[in-house]
Every structure is written in structure tokens, then in C-alpha cells.
């Protein structure tokens, strides 16, 4: 036999003897699946902030009155950097949202208050509505619109007449 026919059948043979003591990966474990609550119907919600039946400001007797607090009132927007100063907000008691800028006309849209959530309609779709903070001072809310969420502080507007939906 010749050296190139011997080195040949011995690498072969170590090659072979390798793969006979070589074994198999060990596979990965599969996680147990989780079993958790379908949240596919809940509004989403921003986890920065607490939810109101979180927030010290607002206690469980004001959270059972809460849509008497903000409905068939015109808020007005305080200045902020995401909605223009001077718009005004109004939550009828029919489910009628009104929004009025001052260089726009209104935008009729819809709002509901169901199981401690808020949810403005606007131009047919729905935001999730988080509330932050509320008295008879002001409306602070925060919407979930696509993007960044929207923070908007309202205050009472006594001087405008509530509109009609």
C-alpha cells in the first residue's frame, strides 16, 4: 500500500471513529407554555403612570361618580406642546364628544366610560383613555393615540356654552 493510500485510510479511519464518539447536540428545552388572562379586549395603557384606581387623587367613592364629574361640562385645553391652547373638550351625557379648536370647527365624535375605562372616538377610531387626575379644578388625561401617548390637562370653561351634538 502506498503512503498517500495509508495517510489517506487513516484520516478515514480517525474521521470515522470521531463521528462514532460524537453525539448529538443536546436540544434546547421548550418552555412550559404561559397561561394568562385574554387582554385582547382591554385597552392598552401606558405603564409610566398609574391607572386612576391606582392614583391617591382618586378614591374609590370618586371613581363610582366619575363620569358626573367631567360629563355635559366644556373643558378647556391649557397649553401644551401636543394640542393647541384654547380647544375645548365636552363629554355629553348621550355619548356625544365634542371637540372644538379655535381655528377649526368642531369634530363630533364619541366617548364611553365602561368598567373604570375611558375611550374617546375620534374621526372613528378609538383611544384608550387613561385619567390621570380629576376635581372640579381640572381634567387631566392622557390618550393613547397611535404613537405617543398625548397628555392633555383641561381646566373648566364656564364662559362657553355647552354644545348641542
Excluded at 495509508?6 to 470521531?18: E, H, P
Aim: contains cysteine.
Amino acid at each position: 500500500m502506498t503512503s498517500t493510500r495509508m495517510s489517506a485510510l487513516l484520516v478515514a479511519m480517525t474521521l470515522g471513529l470521531a463521528a462514532c464518539k460524537a453525539q448529538a447536540p443536546t436540544p434546547e428545552p421548550t418552555p412550559a407554555p404561559q397561561v394568562t388572562a385574554d387582554t385582547s379586549a382591554q385597552p392598552a395603557r401606558s405603564t409610566d403612570a398609574p391607572l386612576p384606581s391606582e392614583d391617591a387623587s382618586l378614591a374609590p367613592a370618586a371613581m363610582a361618580a366619575l363620569p358626573s364629574a367631567f360629563v355635559d361640562k366644556v373643558w378647556k385645553v391649557k397649553p401644551s406642546g401636543k394640542v393647541e391652547a384654547g380647544t375645548t373638550y365636552t363629554f355629553l351625557s348621550d355619548g356625544t364628544l365634542v371637540i372644538s379648536s379655535p381655528n377649526a370647527t368642531p369634530m363630533h365624535g364619541r366617548w364611553s366610560y365602561e368598567k373604570g375605562a375611558l375611550v374617546m372616538v375620534e374621526e372613528g377610531i378609538s383611544y384608550p383613555t387613561d385619567i390621570l387626575a380629576i376635581d372640579a379644578s381640572r381634567f387631566n388625561i392622557r390618550s393613547h393615540n397611535p404613537g405617543e401617548p398625548v397628555d392633555i390637562e383641561l381646566v373648566p370653561a364656564p364662559d362657553q356654552p355647552l354644545p348641542k351634538p
